[in-house]
């Protein structure tokens, strides 16, 4: 018989420097009302200069590992989703945590998927521990965004925060408290709607770069606004769908959180109530593949995530990407 995944633990941090609207006024022409109104958003996380994306991977990962009981040892597939990883593109930024974490001899990747990375990361845990090719995968989305956001562009720099949120998830051979199902989805027609278009192959680091401002984070925003509504809608009505499952029976909704009206809008479609809608942008901002462990945490730390819950994760970002998953959570 196959083995189950299990989300066994989350953790998380956040930098302590924090950026408010009001901060933001002074750098850029926006107003905290005009913020606060368009994306819900009051403040973000920063990260202190000698903060790379993996030390704020250490603390979540290490959190979610003592949750779990697990010592470095146990950990047998390491996985970081991230779109600001330490170096570009080599050393992986799951090398650098595996080493700081102890966990030797592993394997270790890292995940492009923007803010569905933790999405992604979740699906290939689960396939590699029903395959039997691992038992207990550290799974964590961290992100330094703010390296590469451009602080004189107002449609993209008042929503974006650092931080990182981590899970265990582990072989069980009993099917309660399992990852049920995990659905991820991709299209590359959309490219260009978020784009950190410089430091590749195609525009390489050597090229007029600064000029551009093209090593920093783009953003077609309205038109990414309206494709993530339709898609996170229709994607996470599927996974209900296909498993049999209502919205009612959903404890709780934890999306990506990006704007707080595509959250409501995808809220609204499935007609969850608001009690079932985790939110978290508002003190965090859009911390892309952080976002989901973030806020799991957050629930954990409110003492409102229990054994059983079962929770809808659903996410969308640059790629395009999207993704959803279904589990019932099995820490304690
Ligand atoms: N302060 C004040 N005005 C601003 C502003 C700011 N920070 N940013 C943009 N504006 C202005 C625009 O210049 C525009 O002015 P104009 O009408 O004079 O041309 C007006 O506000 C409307 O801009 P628009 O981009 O259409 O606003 P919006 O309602 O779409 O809100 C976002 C902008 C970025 C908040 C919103 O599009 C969004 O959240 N998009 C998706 C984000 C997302 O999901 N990202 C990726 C998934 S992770």
């Known amino acids: 018989m196959r083995p189950y995944a299990q989300m066994v633990s989350v953790g998380a941090y956040v930098p302590e420097k924090t950026l408010s609207n009001r901060d933001l006024e002074r750098m850029v022409d926006t107003t905290d009302e005009w913020i606060t109104k368009r994306t819900g958003i009051q403040t973000r996380h920063i990260a202190a200069e000698d903060e790379a994306t993996s030390d704020l991977a250490y603390h979540a990962a290490k959190q979610a590992m003592e949750r779990a009981g697990v010592g470095p040892e146990a950990i047998d597939l390491v996985i970081v989703a991230s779109i600001s990883g330490d170096y570009l593109f080599m050393p992986s930024t799951a090398c650098v945590l595996a080493h700081r ?127 993530a509504v339709k898609t996170l809608t229709q994607d996470v009505q599927t996974i209900l769908a296909r498993n049999g499952v209502s919205a009612s029976e959903i404890k709780h909704f934890v999306p990506h959180q990006a704007n707080y009206r595509i959250i409501k809008a995808v809220g609204d479609a499935l007609g969850l109530s608001e009690e079932q809608v985790v939110m978290t942008v508002a003190k965090y901002g859009n911390t892309s593949a952080a976002s989901i462990p973030m806020a799991l945490n957050d629930l954990y730390e409110a003492g409102r995530l229990k054994k059983g819950d079962r929770l809808l994760l659903d996410a969308f970002g640059g790629g395009l990407t999207w993704g959803s998953a279904l589990l019932d959570f099995a820490g304690d």
Request: charged content about 20%; aromatic content about 8%.
């Open 101 to 227: 974490l102890g966990i030797k001899g592993v394997g270790a990747l890292d995940v492009l998927a923007a803010c569905s990375g933790f999405i992604y990361a979740l699906s290939s845990a689960k396939a590699y521990i029903e395959s039997g090719m691992a038992r207990c995968v550290l799974i964590v989305g961290a992100e330094a965004l703010s390296r590469f956001v451009d602080y004189t562009d107002r449609g993209t720099c008042i929503l974006f925060g650092d931080g990182a949120g981590a899970a265990v998830i582990r072989a069980s051979e009993s099917p309660e408290n399992r990852v049920v199902d995990v659905k991820i989805g991709a299209d590359g027609e959309f490219q260009d709607f978020l784009i950190t278009p410089g430091g590749g192959s195609r525009h390489p680091a050597h090229g007029a770069l600064d000029k551009a401002h093209c090593q920093f984070m783009q953003m077609r925003g309205n038109e990414t606004f309206k494709v």
